[in-house]
């Protein structure tokens, strides 16, 4: 059964740093591109990041490029999004989720698999 | 980027209705369209992808359809389990784009 378990969150301060994780099981995960969408409480889906199978492209939504980095690990079956200078406005549930589709082309696609999400609140 | 507008903002309906959601997206983005269903609480779960393929385990009563802009996600017949909330999802450019959501409600 394929499991995406997050972990990383908590409450910073505003203008610091946080990393989180995503633990990848049963399914062969340097084959598959891997994202991070956030959830604001009460609020819709906002995509945030895209990175490839073999981990050489990723691609931010206009809001975190520059200050978030996709990253991951395919030996160990990781994912991990390192968030600088945060803001308040990125408080949220952050889900990491697989790629529906395999193979090392394939960054656009629907997502079949989410984690149980990590909170982060940003706040002083 | 491509904008995904839902609508209604919320359906309410009795168990055994039949449900149509409605997702229009800012410009065409073929048949590049995913449908996704969260409750309370827990994660998105994939419904249907291109338009209208059916993921995985997902019961016959969902179906989708639609093309270019205008696209739709029909429950033919409300079981307790679908009062949720759905999101559309586009995968034609980047970024990847959800739209607000539809609150379907039990009447």
């Known amino acids: 059964q394929v499991q995406l378990v997050e972990s990383g969150g908590g409450v910073v301060q505003p203008g610091r740093s946080l990393r989180l994780s995503c633990a990848a099981f049963?399914?062969?995960?340097?084959?598959?591109?891997m994202h991070w969408v956030r959830q604001a409480p009460g609020k819709g889906l906002e995509w945030v990041a895209v990175?490839?199978?073999?981990?050489?492209?990723?691609y931010y939504a206009d809001s975190v490029r520059g200050r978030f980095t996709i990253s991951r690990d395919n030996s160990k079956g990781a994912l991990f999004l390192q968030m600088s200078s945060l803001r308040a406005e990125d408080t949220a549930v952050y889900y990491c989720?697989?790629?529906?589709?395999?193979?090392?082309?394939?960054?656009?696609?629907?997502?079949?698999?989410w984690g149980q999400g990590t909170l982060v609140t940003v706040s002083s | 980027e491509i904008v995904l507008t839902q609508s209604p903002a919320t359906l309410s309906l009795s168990p055994g209705e039949r449900a149509t959601l409605s997702c229009r997206a800012s410009q065409s983005i073929s048949d590049f369209l995913a449908w996704y269903q969260q409750k309370p609480g827990q994660a998105p779960r994939l419904l249907i992808y291109?338009?209208?393929d059916r993921a995985t385990g997902i019961p016959a009563r969902f179906s989708g359809s639609g093309s270019g802009t205008d696209f739709t996600l029909t429950i033919s017949s409300l079981e307790p389990e679908d009062f949720a909330v759905y999101y559309c999802?586009?995968?034609?450019?980047?970024?990847?784009?959800f739209g607000g959501g539809t609150k379907v409600e039990i009447k």
């Open positions: 989720a697989k790629n529906y589709f395999g193979g090392s082309g394939s960054y656009s696609s629907p997502l079949d698999y």
């Open positions: 291109d338009t209208s």
């Open positions: 990175i490839s199978s073999d981990g050489s492209h990723s």
């Open positions: 049963e399914f062969t995960f340097n084959n598959y591109a």
């Open positions: 999802q586009q995968r034609s450019k980047w970024p990847l784009t």
